[in-house]
């Protein structure tokens, strides 16, 4: 069954430093997502992207953040200078389209030291 | 914006017992429902949805009613059973938006 999957499981990194996220969504959907999950919180959405180009964003989503799709197949966040409150799992999604259901990688571990 | 609440926030039931979630949303202009099962250290997994021109789906030992008229969404497992024990969280999509607001979880403990 195809998966969505999601690079490195755990990432350390020093505040202030540039950490990107990786996540390989489904071969055949055209949406994708980034959520993220503080310990022990609820999922928060962060951002929607489809034909290449940001959909939709919610306020977390600020100048520090943003994405991308270099090679049609990668689906990345970059945090340009990381902060200790961005530790957090970091989730993408994918879906095949408006109608479908939202797929879920495993996520990736962000420790912020 | 869309506000999804779900209580409780925790709940253990026994072996054999039923569990019910409940969830309630802001934004009568929703009209995606789905349940997510999140398990320790792994993505929320889709256990079933709903949409708004439905009123009640059932798969199985699971099933989810929906009360658009008080904004309010429901999940019951019935024959509970040690393996449903995760995190349970609801989630809401609106019309026109992508995006999905989820409630704040539900630990659901199965006791054998």
């Known amino acids: 069954e195809p998966e969505v999957t999601q690079t490195p499981s755990h990432q350390v990194t020093q505040m202030g430093q540039e950490v990107i996220l990786r996540c390989v969504p489904i071969s055949n959907h055209l949406y994708f997502y980034w959520y993220r999950q503080i310990l022990g919180q609820k999922v928060e959405f962060l951002v929607s992207?489809?034909?290449?180009?940001?959909?939709?964003k919610s306020e977390i989503f600020d100048d520090q953040f943003s994405v991308e799709r270099p090679d049609g197949s990668n689906f990345t966040l970059k945090i340009r200078s990381t902060k200790l409150e961005d530790s957090a799992m970091y989730f993408c999604a994918s879906r095949m389209d408006s109608n479908n259901e939202q797929f879920f990688g495993p996520g990736t571990r962000l420790t912020v030291l | 914006g869309e506000n999804v609440e779900q209580h409780p926030s925790t709940l253990s039931v026994q072996e054999g017992d039923s569990a019910v979630i409940k969830c309630t949303y802001s934004d009568s202009a929703s009209n995606y429902f789905p349940w997510y099962k999140q398990e320790l250290g792994k993505g929320p997994q889709l256990i079933i949805d709903i949409r708004s021109n439905v009123g009640e789906k059932k798969d199985q030992r699971i099933a989810v009613t929906l009360n658009k008229t008080a904004k309010h969404f429901s999940l019951h497992i019935t024959e509970t059973q040690p393996e449903d024990s995760a995190v349970y969280f609801c989630?809401?999509?609106?019309?026109?938006?992508?995006?999905?607001?989820f409630g704040p979880g539900t630990r659901l403990s199965v006791l054998p």
């Open positions: 992207f489809y034909n290449n180009e940001i959909s939709e």
């Open positions: 989630a809401a999509s609106g019309a026109g938006g992508q995006n999905f607001v």
